[in-house]
């Protein structure tokens, strides 16, 4: 899921999950069958004291549904109700063939990198688990905007694996990882599988518990794919330590999964609302520059590579967002300055806590903040000058637009700071400095709130 950040997770998230669950997969499977394709029981459907529910051959229908709903089945949801016409691979090559549509950068990319004969190979020459594929299948009816998004992962994934030059079965994993990494979403309450404003602390526990279950998932139906497993288990994690379920760093984590987090992340600026509708993929570079320590310095330069593979493509006419005022940008820089003054005073509060993990993990964001405003000039106030000289040149613009983009990214990033110091604060066994701590993250929740209101406001 794009935009999350670690909360702290159940002490075991799957202690009331089982895949023999007539839960919320169930209603997901009740409405692909009411209208959409039919699904069929294809045995007796019996639950765990031995009473059949359905019998063999029958439609899941609403009722039917209701009448199962809360019990535990005696086998696995997935093998005893199908898809009258459950996905394969030369459904899932044909999906991935009109998967670009009108996009013209995507398209560009697939023309560029000649990615429609690998993806055919791809999809052909994986060993497919059908109870796997079937989920995935009723994500594309229930969940068409998770399901937009497994396309992309695996989709942007695979190039980013072919440019870093990955063996076969490790771009086979990454493919797979992206097309599955979001199956857990079928397993939660459905009005908060693609939230993404609104969401109380409980909500995001709520949430995060789509990794478990989706490595869960993979673990009952393919045992033998555990690498496949911990790639789902990871793709919410980061370099730097500041992801969730475990705040593992860099050196915990298999390569793959970054690669779905970055891909993740990116399918989350492209194509909702925080970009324009006509924005391409080279757009997000501003998040990519932003963010190259937290997916890891080798999936930056590759995303980068395959990101400007779009770059000929055709611009639609009237295209790209208006250039902020040079006022604007002035405000919003001054606070930033002050919000990066405030962060400066809260790290070096931080080296008093000790070998505190979490502690270790907002240290590092904080210097990923430093080093983007350093490298970028944001929060300098020797920027101002330049952007009170007025020019109106289309390379101005540009920079302009630049500018507030790349602001934006590090807001982002302050709010993941904000939100790993609460969570550092409610843990249960907060750091002994933790009546300094408070005041500081409070003042800074402060300060981003200001910060964004002027990076919001129309110029």
Request: one cysteine or more; aromatic letters at 6%; a negative charge.
């Amino acid at each position: 899921m794009p935009g999350a950040d670690r909360l702290n997770a159940p002490d075991d998230p799957l202690t009331d999950f089982s895949v023999c669950d007539c839960a919320r997969y169930l209603e997901h499977l009740a409405h692909t069958s009411v209208h959409h394709q039919m699904v069929v029981a294809s045995e007796d459907v019996i639950n765990q004291f031995g009473i059949v529910l359905l019998r063999r051959g029958t439609p899941l229908g609403a009722l039917a549904a209701e009448k199962m709903r809360g019990h535990r089945l005696n086998r696995p949801v997935d093998e005893v109700l199908r898809l009258r016409r459950p996905p394969d691979a030369a459904r899932l090559a044909g999906i991935f063939l009109e998967f670009p549509g009108t996009e013209p950068d995507l398209r560009r990319i697939n023309e560029h990198f000649r990615f429609e004969g690998r993806v055919h190979h791809l999809c052909h020459a994986i060993d497919w688990q059908p109870a796997l594929l079937q989920q995935l299948g009723v994500m594309q009816h229930t969940l068409p905007r998770v399901f937009h998004r497994a396309l992309f992962s695996a989709w942007l994934g695979s190039l980013i694996a072919s440019e870093r030059d990955f063996e076969p079965e490790d771009l086979a994993l990454v493919f797979q990882a992206g097309l599955f990494h979001d199956l857990g979403l079928l397993h939660i309450d459905p009005a908060l599988a693609d939230r993404r404003s609104g969401i109380s602390a409980e909500d995001w526990q709520s949430i995060q518990s789509h990794v478990p279950i989706g490595a869960a998932i993979v673990r009952r139906f393919a045992p033998d794919q555990e690498r496949l497993a911990q790639v789902l288990e990871q793709h919410h994690e980061r370099a730097d330590g500041a992801g969730y379920p475990r705040g593992s760093a860099i050196a915990e984590l298999e390569a793959p999964a970054l690669i779905i987090s970055l891909s993740d992340m990116v399918h989350g600026l492209r194509f909702p609302d925080a970009l324009p509708a006509t924005a391409t993929l080279t757009d997000c570079m501003p998040f990519l520059r932003v963010n190259r320590r937290t997916f890891a310095e080798a999936n930056y330069v590759a995303a980068a590579r395959v990101l400007f593979g779009s770059r000929s493509a055709p611009a639609p006419a009237n295209s790209g967002p208006e250039p902020p005022s040079a006022r604007e940008l002035i405000e919003a820089n001054r606070s930033l300055t002050a919000l990066l003054q405030s962060i400066s005073g809260l790290r070096r509060v931080l080296d008093d806590c000790g070998g505190n993990r979490l502690a270790g993990s907002l240290q590092n964001l904080i210097a990923q903040v430093q080093w983007v405003a350093l490298s970028s000039g944001l929060g300098n106030e020797a920027l101002e000058p330049w952007l009170e000289s007025g020019d109106s040149d289309a390379a101005t613009a540009a920079s302009l637009i630049e500018i507030q983009a790349t602001t934006r990214e590090v807001l982002w990033l302050v709010r993941r700071i904000v939100r790993m110091l609460d969570q550092l604060l409610a843990s249960d066994e907060p750091p002994a400095n933790a009546t300094a701590l408070a005041p500081l993250g409070a003042s800074i929740g402060e300060a981003l709130a200001r910060a964004w209101e002027l990076h919001q406001a129309p110029g």
